[in-house]
């Protein structure tokens, strides 16, 4: 490699971290903000509907075909949709004209393959994967300031945690997008699932419920989960 390749390469470097730190630090700001928004409107208008708005980008390795074809994940997120209206009230919008997109770009490994840990997310949002996905993450303008933030879900090949394999996964609330393989589009589910990360909730223990860690689980919600989802940024009232 050339000295001059290696100044752009470094610069590039420099560029991505400096963009991922400006997302992080206004993700911060918009969740304390929407969290009392949240916080109010779920005590004084806890029985109108609120909205969730998704755009789905599925990926491809270079020179492969993508994991799953377009009805495949439309039929996810309508069983997604139906989750999340029937537990938490909240419709399902679509995000983007076509709201699935096959994305033309052939995919980095860095951001086929997630690895769902603390080192994920840094990998994620400040490493070589964080150029692709921010790319190509819905809602993101030159100045990264909205009045919604809608959910990317990224289709991807492969998604680990301590080297067991996982149908999808979500670094919480501080990102923008979930990850779900194709086993993860399948499944009825991971999807809600995972949205349910980015909306404020945890794993449980208990299988009956929609945030337990394994696949078969249920999909009832606590009171309690209902209201931190509600909260979120993720989550609106227009």
Known sequence: ???????????????????????????????????????????VLFWLEKKIRLHVCILHPAGQKEFVSVPEAESSVQRAAQIIKDKFNTKTLHYGTPYIEVIKEDAPDKALDVHCSFTGY???????????????????????????????????????HDGEAWRGCSFGVLTDYVVVTADGVKDPTT??????????LLHRDDKANLMYHLANRGTSITGWQKYWFRASRHVNFW
């Open 122 to 160: 840094f990998r994620s949002e400040f490493g070589e994967a964080s150029d692709f996905y921010s790319k190509h993450t819905a809602g993101w303008n030159a100045i990264p300031v909205s009045l919604v933030y809608p959910v990317t879900v990224f289709v991807v090949r492969s998604v680990t």
């Open 1 to 43: 490699m050339s000295f001059w390749s290696k100044i752009k390469k470094a610069v590039k470097a420099v560029v991505r971290v400096v963009k991922a730190v400006v997302r992080f630090v206004v993700k911060i700001v918009v969740a304390l903000v929407s969290l009392v928004i949240g916080i109010v409107g779920g005590l």
């Open 191 to 200: 999807l809600a699932h995972e949205i349910g990360h980015s909306g404020f």
